[in-house]
C-alpha cells in the first residue's frame, strides 16, 4: 500500500468520444500514474509523489472491442459489413471477451492506483457492480450477480429471464486499472445482435430504457452512478 494513500479523484465526462481517442487519453492517465509510482520507488515516504485517481465517463459512436481472452468468432457481423452499420471494431487489452460500445451507454474508465483504497481487484470489480446496482435500484429496479459471469444482471438466477444490462472489464498493472465498466442506459439494443455478448450464447442483454419502457435522463443517471462509486470506494471529489 502506498505510505500515503491519495482518496482524491477527479472526475471527468469527455462526452461522445472517438473509441481510439478515449482509449489514448485514458492510457495517457494510467501511465501517468505509474510513472509517478515508479519515481516513487526508491524515494523515502516522506518526498513521495501523491498518485492521481480518474473516474472518466463517456459515450461512444458504434462500436465493438474484443478483450485479450475473447474469441474473434464472436463478432458475428462480417468485417466488411461494419461500415454498413456505422461501426468500428477493436482488440483491446482489457480483460473478458466482446461487448459494444455506442450512444446512449455510459461508459465508464475508472483510472486508479488501488494502493489508495485497497489491493484487491475481486473486491475492485465487486464495489464496481454494486455502485451500478444501487444506481438501479433508484429506478426501482433491483438487480444482482451472476454466479461466475462478471458484470450487473436482471433476475440472474432464472435461468430464462437473465439478462445483462452492465458489463465489466479491466486491466491493471502495479495495482492501476484502466478501461473499466459499459452500463446500458438508452442504447440501440439491437447492435448487441451483432455479437455474441461477453462470449455468452445464452443470455440476453437489456438496458434501463427497456426496463422501464421510457428513455431515460443519461445526465441525471450519470450523477448518481458517480456518487454510487464514490461512497463504495470512499473517494473525495477534486
Known amino acids: 500500500m502506498n505510505p500515503v494513500q491519495n482518496k482524491k479523484t477527479r472526475f471527468i465526462d469527455i462526452g461522445l468520444k472517438d473509441y481510439q481517442q478515449a482509449w489514448d ?3 495517457s492517465l494510467f501511465e501517468q500514474i505509474l510513472a509517478t509510482k515508479t519515481s516513487n520507488r526508491d524515494l523515502p515516504a516522506d518526498v513521495q509523489q501523491l ?9 461512444h459512436p458504434h462500436v465493438f472491442t474484443l478483450g485479450k481472452s475473447g474469441h474473434e468468432e ?21 480483460g473478458g471477451d466482446i461487448t459494444y460500445h455506442g450512444p446512449g451507454q455510459i461508459v465508464g474508465y475508472p483510472i486508479i492506483d488501488m494502493e489508495n483504497f485497497f489491493t484487491d481487484i475481486h473486491r475492485y470489480m465487486r464495489f464496481m457492480e454494486e455502485a451500478v446496482i444501487q444506481t438501479l435500484r433508484e429506478y426501482n429496479i433491483e438487480a444482482g450477480r451472476s454466479p461466475g459471469q462478471t458484470g450487473v444482471w436482471l433476475d440472474p438466477e432464472d435461468f430464462l429471464r437473465a439478462r445483462k444490462i452492465c458489463a465489466l472489464g479491466v486491466r491493471t498493472s502495479r495495482w492501476v ?36 419502457g421510457k428513455k431515460v435522463d443519461l445526465e441525471e443517471v450519470k450523477q448518481i452512478l458517480k456518487e454510487k462509486i464514490r461512497a463504495q470506494f470512499d473517494m473525495e471529489w477534486l
Open 51 to 59: 498518485t492521481d485517481n480518474y473516474l472518466v465517463f463517456c459515450e
Open 25 to 27: 487519453y485514458q492510457a
Open 177 to 212: 486499472t484502466m478501461h473499466g465498466f459499459a452500463f446500458n442506459v438508452n442504447p440501440d439494443l439491437r447492435y448487441f445482435g451483432y455479437i455474441v455478448p461477453c462470449g455468452i450464447q445464452d443470455k440476453a442483454v437489456t438496458s434501463l430504457e427497456q426496463e422501464l
Open 74 to 94: 464472436n463478432l458475428i457481423i462480417p468485417k466488411e459489413e461494419l461500415s454498413d452499420v456505422q461501426a468500428t471494431y477493436y482488440r483491446v487489452n482489457r
